[in-house]
Structures are given as structure tokens and as C-alpha cells.
């Protein structure tokens, strides 16, 4: 991404139009020109959608201008704005990687236990796993418990990664608590007579037939004593996905996770210092399973972004070992570089066309990309040196000695 990212930063900077023109244009489109080289066709595109909703949420156009005439005015310090789209794929490559599996039990006081492959790191998952559980049964968050993955309650877990733990996992869990509703539902209709076909709702911690309803933890121990099953295993597959790596074509991702962010930096041309003065995010997290959990991670990944693409410097020795191998050797972000506005918004509209649990889009790495908006606003504010008539050379991490290195490079180029 951030390579072709700075290749059409180059193109626009080349021609003398504004980045976000020449990414605009080179979106895929829905109805044409929407298949990827690997020969996938996009079919839940909402780029257009969010990029131009956060141009205008943003005031990108004028703060473009207004920066233009700042720092043709100012020395020492130079701003920087640039607007920057992701479009990220969600699925392992590696095919055999997209199955979970999970273990639902009900107890007879009515509550429930939960065990899946999914390894909570703070990302939320037992909490989002939890909640599509205990929405399933109709019951409240608290009668639903999850303990630590163990592979003894649920055999050869895949990695907790490719962003696709809470899809995988999520959809196992409720595999499972779909074949518990079954046998509860014909225990039910065999001993009180219940002949309609039609499915019952559970809500508000009852099970609703037409107009009976039955309290779920009485009917639970009614089922235990009528000795029907109250434990199952779930399992999920990811379906559709294929793809030959030989001739790199086929269909590797589910979907697609979309958003864009605007950044704004000021530099300081004497000590290469980068401020972050306002972020505005805009991303499709689909029909979020948990909001508060997906601003929370999509803050946190463009911090984490932030900090690879400015500060976290990787370095080697004479003898090829790492010396930057934790954060002893090297800097992280911290809250003194959080951005001074932080405006994240996830895209009203959002819905998974594919059927992921609850009609969501993941929140895992995707929103870490957005932070490329950080790098471009800080090559903007470096061109402004040479009022924009050379494209920057700027290296990753954009550090104050890269920046400096890269400031003294188009002096002498101009």
C-alpha cells in the first residue's frame, strides 16, 4: 500500500495537481473496472462513498488552500495536509487457515459458558463474542462467561490473526448455539404441543411461540430433566475463497474492509520536528457487533500506524541481529503524539454483503493503514520547501533526521 500510495503521491506532485484528484481517480469502480490483478471481483465497494463524505466532514478542499497560503508566508514552519483511502482484504491467504471451532454449553441455572479458538489480546473478542451469544439466546451479556482459549475444549485453533478472529470464531459460537436452540426447540414443541412451523424468537430471557412464551431458565432445567442435550461444539468455514499461488489468481479475501483519514502535520524546517495538528477518520466497520469497541480500535490502530510510519526506527548491527527489539531500543508512540483533534467516525451506512456475523466488518489491522495519511501530509508540508515543484524523497519511518536528510535533498535539487 504505501508503495503505490507514494507512487501516485509522485504522479500528482509531477502534474501539479492535488493527491486526493489522482487517488480519486484511480478507485476501482463498482459497475466497471472493479477486478483486482488477481482476478477477484470487488463487489462491496464503498470508497466513493466514504472518501467523499470525509472530504467534506474534513473541510479538506479549504484547509488545503488555507495551508498553501500559510506557508508561503511562513519560514520555519511548514504544514502538510494529504487524504489517503484503504482498501483492505479479509481472510487468510494460507486457505486452510479460515476454519474455528467453539464449545457452548447452558448450565441449569440458565447461564452459559463459551469456549472458542479465538485468543483475547485486547481487541475485544471475547466481549463481541460474548454479546452475539447472549443476543442469539435473548439474554443479558452477564449470563454469558468465556474462558481462556484451551485446546483441549477446542482442537487446532487457528492463529489469532488476519484480522478474522471474531468472524471466524463468532460464527463457530453461534454454530454451536444453533444446534442448542434446536434441541430446545423440539423439546419444547413435543411437550407442550406446539404445532406451528414457524421459528420461535428468544428475547428479553424467554422463548417466544406465537403467543406462549417460556422463561429460558426454566425451560432449561425442564430440559435437563428431560435429558436433552445442553452442550454442543460449533464449527465455521469461511466459504467462497480459493486461490492457486501459482497462477496468483482467484478469490482470497471474503471481503473488503474500506476508510479513509485526512491528516494535518506542521514541520519544523530547523529540527525536523512533525506535530500532528488534526486527524478525521472515516471507516466501514459494517454492522458493528460493539461501536465503542471499533472507534477504540481504530484510534488505536492509527496510533499504531502513526508510530510506524514516523518514530519506530528499525535497526541492525554489523553482525545482521536486530538491535531495536523492544520498546527499551526503540520509541513507541506515546500521548504526547496522539493527534492534537481526533476526529474518527465509523461509516453510518456500513453492511457486510457477505454473511458475517452480524452483518460486521472487522476493525483489526485495517485502520493501522490509515495512518499513511501521516507520511503523505508530512511530504506535503516538505514540498511546500520548494513551493511544490519537486516531488520530496522521504524514507520511512519519517523521523526528524528523515525529515531533515529529506529537506536538504530538494534544497539542493531546486
Known sequence: MMAIENIIDNISRYLKKDPYEVRRLNFYKKNNNNTTHYGMKIEDNVLDEIFDRLVKKS?????????KKYNSKSIFKKKGIAITPVKFGISFTTIHLNQAGALVNIYTDGSIHLNHGGIEMGQGTHTKIAQLV??????????????????????????????????????????????????????????????????????????????????????????YLGRVSLSSSGFYSTPKIKFDKKSFLGRPFYYFCYGAAVTEVTIDKLTGENIIERVDILHDAGNAINPSIELGQIEGGFVQGQGW??????????????????????????????????????????????????????????????????????????????????????????????????????????
Open 134 to 223: 447472549a443476543h442469539s439466546f435473548g439474554l443479558s451479556y452477564e449470563k454469558v462467561q468465556i474462558s481462556s482459549t484451551n485446546t483441549s475444549k477446542v482442537p487446532n485453533t487457528s492463529a489469532s490473526a488476519a484480522s478474522s478472529t471474531t468472524d471466524l470464531n463468532g460464527a463457530a459460537a453461534l454454530n454451536a448455539v444453533s444446534k442448542l436452540k434446536n434441541n430446545l426447540e423440539k423439546f419444547i414443541r413435543s411437550k407442550y404441543k406446539i404445532f406451528s412451523k414457524k421459528d420461535p424468537i428468544y428475547k428479553n430471557g424467554s422463548i417466544i411461540f406465537g403467543n406462549r412464551s417460556f422463561k429460558f431458565e426454566k425451560i432449561i432445567k425442564e430440559a
Open 309 to 414: 510510519l514516523t518514530i519506530e526506527e528499525v535497526n541492525w548491527n554489523s553482525d545482521g541481529k536486530i538491535s531495536t527489539f523492544s520498546p527499551s531500543t526503540y520509541k513507541i508512540p506515546a500521548v504526547s503524539d496522539i493527534p492534537k483533534k481526533f476526529n474518527v467516525e465509523i461509516f453510518k451506512e456500513g453492511m457486510n454483503k457477505e454473511n458475517v456475523v452480524n452483518k460486521s466488518k472487522t476493525t483489526g489491522e485495517p485502520p493501522l493503514m490509515l495512518a499513511m495519511s501521516v507520511f503523505f501530509a508530512i511530504k506535503d508540508a516538505i514540498a511546500s520547501v520548494g513551493n511544490h515543484t519537486i516531488s520530496p524523497i522521504l524514507d520511512a519511518p519519517a523521523t526528524p533526521e528523515k525529515i531533515l536528510m529529506s529537506i536538504k535533498n530538494l534544497e539542493s535539487r531546486l
Open 59 to 67: 473541510n479538506y478542499k479549504k484547509r488545503y488552500d488555507k495551508i
